[in-house]
C-alpha cells in the first residue's frame, strides 16, 4: 500500500524537535496569511485603527508638554513641536474654549478617546478575526483527518491528535488576535515615539534611543532560550491528554483492575513533566524580568538627569520635558511585549507545524481519477488470491484468500482469534487495501470505484458496536434520514423493538458516551437497527450477535431472513450456529482459509469446523 504524507507528519511530538527553534518568524507561521485573506478588510481595518490607537495614546503627551509650558510660562516649546503648539494656539484652541487650559484639557480629553474608539475598534477587529481563522483551521485540519484511512488512526493517539486540534489551533488564534496586534503596538509605538522626540529635539531622540539597541537583542536572546521549555511544556499537554483519554474511556478497566493509583502515577509523571519545564521556564523569565527592570532603571535614571541637563542648558522647555518623560514610560511595555511576542510566535511556529501537518494530510485511501460511481446494489463479492499485511506490520495477516458470494447469498466465516477474520471484512469495506490480489464488487476492482457509491451500498455491524452520544434514534438515524415508522420497523427487524418500548423514553432514551448506559446486547441491536434502516445490498456482520443469547438471536436471523430477499450477507461468527445456515462457509487458520463449503459437508469433513461443532453443541447440549 502506498503511504502517504501523513507518514512525516503528527505521528508523535518528537517531530517538533525542529529546526527554526532560533527564528522569531518560522516557516510555516506564514501558513495562517492565506486564512486571513477571506477576511481581508476585517484585518485592515484592524491594522489601522490599531496604528491610530497607538499614535492616539502618545498624543496627549505632547498636550501635557504645552499645557506644562504654558502654566510654566514658556512662551515657545522645545524644537519644531514650538510650531505645533503656535499652530494650535492660532487656529483651534481659540476655538475650543476662551480659556486656553481648559483648551488643553479638552485636546488631551479628545485624544484620549480617540484612544478609546479606536482601541476598541482594533480589539474587536483582531479578536473575531481571530476567532474566525480558528474556526477555518479547526474545520480545515478536521475534514482532512476525518477523510484519513483506518492505519493513520492505527498509529497514532487519540489524545495527541486532539490537543492538535485544540490546544494548538488556539495557540494560532493567539498569534493573530495578540501577536499581530502587539508586533503593530511595537513599531508604532516606537515610531511615534521617535518622531515625537525628533520634532523636539535630537540629542533627546539619541538619548532615549540608544540603549534600545542594546535592550532588544537582549530580550531576544533571552527569549529563545526560554522557547525551548515552552516547547517541551507544550509537548507534556499532549503526554497528559493522551494518558487522559486512555484512563477515562477505560475507566471501568481502571476501576475493575484497581489501577487508579498506577493510572495517577501515569498522570502524574506527565503532569511532573509539563510542571518541571513550565517551572524552568518560570525560573528564567523571573531571572530575566527583574534584571530587565533593573537595565531600564539604570537607563531611565539616565535619561532623566540627561533630559534634565538638556533642559537646564535651554535645549528644550520644561513642557518637552515632561513629554520626554511620560513617551519613555510608554516605551518599557513594548519591551516586556516583545519579550512575549518572541515566545509567542515561536510556540505559534511549532503550533503551526503540527496544525498545517493534519492540514495536508492526504489520505492514501481515495478515489482514483477515472474512478466509477457503483451504479445499483451489490450482488457480487469476490476476493482474489488476496494478500495483506498490515501497515507499519511484518507478518502477513491474509494469505491468498479468494472466495465469491453472489446476490441474496450468505458468506460465513469463522476461525480462532486472529486468523484474519475481521481483516477481510476491512478489505470489503476498504478500509485497508490489499498488498496483492483483488477485491472485486460487481465484478469491478472495488479501486475503480468510488468509495461513497460502495459504501452507500453496505451495512456494517461491528463486534464491539460503536453508539454516538445522544438517543436510541439519533444512533438509528445515523445512516440515513428516516421516520417515525421507519426508526421502529427498524427497531422490530434487529429485535430492540421490546426493549426500547419498555424503556421511559423510548427511541429518546440517551445511550450515553459510547453507549455506555445500555447493555452489550442492547448496542448490538441498536447498531444493527442502524444498518438495517439503510436497507443495505450487502450486510456485513463481524460477531454482531455474539453479545446476545442464541434465542434472540435465532429471532433476529429469522426477522432477517424473512426480509433478506436479494440482499447479500457476509458474518464473521464464533457461535457457528450463527452461520449455519450460510451457503458457504470458509474456515480459516492464520490467514488462510483451510476448509469451505456448507455446514453439512463441513461437518462430515472432520475438519476445524466439525470438532469446533462439536464442541459448541456439546456446549449447548449441556447448558
Ligand atoms: P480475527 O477477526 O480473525 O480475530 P483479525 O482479522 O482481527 O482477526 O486480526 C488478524 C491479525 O491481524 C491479528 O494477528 C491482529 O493482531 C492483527 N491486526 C488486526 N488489526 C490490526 C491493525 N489495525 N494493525 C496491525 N495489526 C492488526
Not at 495614546?57 to 519644531?80: C, E, Q, T
Not at 494548538?168 to 509605538?189: A, G, P
Amino acid at each position: 500500500m502506498s503511504q502517504g504524507r501523513h507518514e512525516v507528519s503528527i505521528a508523535n511530538s518528537s517531530e517538533d524537535e525542529g529546526d527554526d527553534d532560533s527564528q522569531i518568524l518560522g516557516r510555516r507561521i506564514w501558513r495562517i496569511f492565506p486564512y486571513v485573506r477571506p477576511y481581508r478588510r476585517r484585518a485592515v481595518v484592524g491594522i489601522s485603527t490599531n496604528m491610530l490607537a497607538r499614535v492616539f495614546d502618545l498624543v496627549p503627551f505632547i498636550f501635557i508638554g504645552f499645557a506644562v509650558d504654558f502654566y510654566s510660562g514658556h512662551s515657545k516649546s522645545g524644537g519644531r513641536l514650538g510650531d505645533l503648539r503656535a499652530f494650535l494656539d492660532e487656529n483651534l484652541l481659540i476655538h475650543l474654549s476662551d480659556d486656553q487650559a481648559v483648551s488643553y484639557g479638552i485636546l488631551i480629553f479628545l485624544g484620549f478617546a480617540g484612544l478609546a474608539i479606536f482601541q476598541g475598534i482594533s480589539d474587536y477587529c483582531w479578536q473575531t478575526l481571530g476567532y474566525k481563522v480558528q474556526h477555518d483551521l479547526r474545520l480545515d485540519a478536521t475534514q482532512s483527518l476525518i477523510r484519513m484511512e483506518a492505519s493513520y488512526y492505527d498509529l497514532r493517539q487519540t489524545g495527541v491528535l486532539m490537543s492538535v486540534l485544540s490546544s494548538d489551533v488556539n495557540q494560532l488564534e493567539d498569534v493573530i488576535s495578540d501577536s499581530s496586534t502587539s508586533i503593530i503596538r511595537i513599531f508604532t509605538t516606537f515610531i511615534t515615539a521617535f518622531v515625537i522626540l525628533m520634532m523636539m529635539s535630537w540629542k533627546l531622540t539619541a538619548v532615549l534611543f540608544g540603549p534600545l539597541v542594546l535592550i532588544f537583542p537582549m530580550v531576544y536572546l533571552f527569549s529563545t532560550r526560554v522557547q525551548r521549555k515552552y516547547r517541551k511544556q507544550r509537548e507534556s499537554t499532549g503526554g497528559i491528554n493522551a494518558v487522559l483519554e486512555n484512563v477515562i474511556s477505560g475507566i471501568a478497566v481502571v476501576q475493575a483492575y484497581n489501577a487508579q493509583e498506577w493510572e495517577i502515577s501515569r498522570v502524574s509523571s506527565e503532569s511532573e513533566e509539563y510542571r518541571d519545564e513550565a517551572i524552568g521556564a518560570s525560573r528564567d523569565r523571573n531571572r530575566f524580568i527583574p534584571g530587565l527592570y533593573g537595565v531600564a532603571g539604570v537607563v531611565y535614571g539616565l535619561l532623566v538627569s540627561v533630559g534634565g541637563w538638556l533642559m537646564k542648558e535651554g535645549d528644550i522647555s520644561t513642557g518637552a520635558f515632561v513629554t520626554f518623560l511620560l513617551i519613555m514610560t510608554r516605551l518599557s511595555m513594548p519591551l516586556f511585549i516583545f519579550g512575549m511576542l518572541v515566545n509567542q510566535l515561536q510556540r505559534g511556529e511549532a503550533a503551526a507545524r503540527r496544525v498545517f501537518a493534519m492540514v495536508d494530510l492526504e489520505p492514501s485511501i481515495v478515489d482514483k481519477e477515472d474512478a466509477t460511481a457503483l451504479e445499483g446494489p451489490i450482488d457480487n463479492i469476490e476476493f482474489r488470491d488476496v494478500h495483506f499485511t498490515y501497515p507499519g506490520t511484518e507478518t502477513p495477516v491474509l494469505n491468498g484468500i479468494s472466495f465469491t458470494v453472489g446476490q441474496g447469498g450468505f458468506l460465513g466465516v469463522m476461525g480462532h482469534t486472529g486468523a484474519g477474520k475481521s481483516t477481510i471484512l476491512k478489505l470489503i469495506l476498504r478500509y485497508y487495501e490489499p498488498d496483492s490480489g483483488e477485491v472485486l464488487v460487481n465484478g469491478h476492482n472495488i479501486q475503480n470505484l468510488t468509495l461513497d457509491s460502495v459504501r452507500e451500498q453496505m451495512g456494517f455491524v461491528n463486534q464491539d458496536p460503536f453508539l454516538f452520544y445522544g438517543s436510541i434514534r439519533d444512533n438509528v438515524i445515523y445512516s440515513r434520514e428516516a421516520n417515525e415508522e421507519e426508526v421502529e420497523s427498524a427497531l422490530r427487524l434487529s429485535g430492540a423493538e421490546e426493549f426500547v418500548t419498555s424503556m421511559e423514553d423510548g427511541v429518546d432514551t440517551l445511550v450515553g458516551d459510547r453507549g455506555v448506559m445500555l447493555s452489550g446486547g442492547q448496542r448490538a441491536r441498536i447498531s444493527l437497527a442502524r444498518a438495517m434502516l439503510k436497507a443495505p445490498s450487502l450486510l456485513i456482520l463481524d460477531e454482531a450477535s455474539s453479545a446476545l443469547d442464541a434465542e434472540t438471536e435465532r429471532q433476529i436471523q429469522s426477522n432477517l431472513l424473512g426480509t433478506g430477499g436479494s440482499r447479500t450477507t457476509i458474518a464473521v461468527a464464533h457461535r457457528l450456529s450463527t452461520i449455519r445456515n450460510a451457503d458457504e462457509i470458509l474456515s480459516m487458520v492464520d490467514g488462510a482459509v483451510v476448509e469451505r463449503g456448507t455446514h453439512d459437508t463441513l461437518v462430515n469433513n472432520n475438519g476445524v469446523y466439525s470438532s469446533q461443532w462439536a464442541i459448541q453443541t456439546g456446549a449447548l447440549g449441556e447448558e
